[in-house]
């Protein structure tokens, strides 16, 4: 799929961040419910790693994702690969039993409502989503993707331009993952980042 490059942030204000961006021209869509179970490789730690390792809810549609490890930069960077495979949760309990039986294990799962804002900037489509986080609050994404690291330095700036037009200054560089597992005294906590 590429390289997902992406920033987040902390939003006090979603009426405002929802009104500055139909102002930019966005399309708005639909606010979906979505529900990740991220799971832990039998054989390798992927918070040694930095990578994740998901399956994904999206509605009624259901995903895979691989996270690769992050990548250098302003932005968050790392490789993704997403495959879709039968909606449902028939589908999904299956998914699961699947990797059960390879070794996986559940490590947490998190839910959360999220709404996505599409627009274009330096020729490409840019993604800024706001989530309510069940358990954590209120964040907006900045999100493009680059087919390949050549792009990254034109696709990175086109999402650090944005988020600053967007008045977005509290950068989130945790994972909600992350967040989640440090509220159960897991890792050590990190403070947010100011920009």
Do not use: C
Not at 131 to 141: H, K, S, V, W
């Amino acid at each position: 799929m590429g390289y997902e490059v992406e920033i987040k942030y902390h939003v006090s204000d979603r009426a405002g961040l929802e009104a500055k961006l139909l102002t930019l021209g966005t399309q708005a869509g639909p606010s979906v419910e979505q529900e990740d179970t991220y799971l832990a490789h039998p054989s390798r730690d992927f918070a040694t790693t930095n990578e994740a390792f998901r399956l994904r809810r999206d509605g009624m549609t259901n995903r895979i994702t691989y996270k690769g490890p992050k990548h250098e930069g302003p932005t968050k960077t790392r490789e993704e690969i997403e495959i879709a495979y039968h909606d449902g949760e028939e589908s999904r309990a299956e998914m699961g039993r699947l990797f059960d039986r390879l070794g996986f294990v559940p490590v947490l799962t998190i839910r959360k409502v999220r709404q996505s804002f599409h627009l274009e900037r330096a020729g490409r489509p840019i993604e800024v989503t706001i989530d309510e986080a069940e358990g954590l609050g209120t964040f907006a994404e900045v999100e493009a993707l680059a087919d390949h690291p050549g792009d990254l330095p034109v696709i990175q700036a086109a999402v650090l331009e944005l988020a600053g037009e967007l008045g977005l200054d509290t950068v989130e560089p945790r994972s909600y993952l992350r967040m989640h597992l440090e509220q159960r005294g897991l890792f050590a906590p990190n403070p947010p980042v100011q920009t």
